[in-house]
């Protein structure tokens, strides 16, 4: 399956963003779909992910602000950023895998990735 993530740009503190991630190649009903981002100079971190089931599971600073969603219609898995912050600035990434879970959140597990989507907020 390829990825390509898009959706990104620059918004203000508080504003929000939608990235999305198509599919090709491959349904995204069989894959759990996972959102990374990274900061230069810092490791990759993870974000939330949709699982091929339908459980979705998010980082502690994404829940409540961050809604990730799949559309199998358009095979597409999208992340609904809300309330932005200064500290969500980075290089977004999304990726598949057909692990458990429970390993979802191990970037080590997702065997296919997208181009990144550079999000900045300003303050």
């Known amino acids: 399956v390829q990825l390509q993530a898009s959706g990104g740009g620059l918004v203000q503190a508080g504003g929000f963003l939608t990235l999305s991630c198509s599919a090709s190649g491959g349904s995204v009903r069989r894959y759990t779909i996972g959102w990374f981002r990274q900061v230069p100079g810092q490791e990759r971190e993870f974000v939330a992910a949709?699982?091929?089931?339908?459980?979705?599971k998010y980082t502690d600073p994404a829940k409540g602000r961050f809604t990730i969603a799949r559309d199998n219609g358009k095979n597409t898995v999208s992340l609904q950023m809300n309330s932005l912050k200064p500290e969500d600035t980075a290089v977004y990434y999304c990726?598949?895998?057909?692990?458990?879970?429970?390993?979802?959140?191990?970037?080590?597990?997702?065997?296919?990735w997208g181009q990144g989507t550079q999000v900045t907020v300003s303050s």
């Open positions: 990726a598949a895998t057909t692990t458990v879970w429970g390993l979802v959140a191990q970037e080590s597990v997702y065997t296919y």
């Open positions: 949709f699982g091929w089931s339908g459980n979705r």
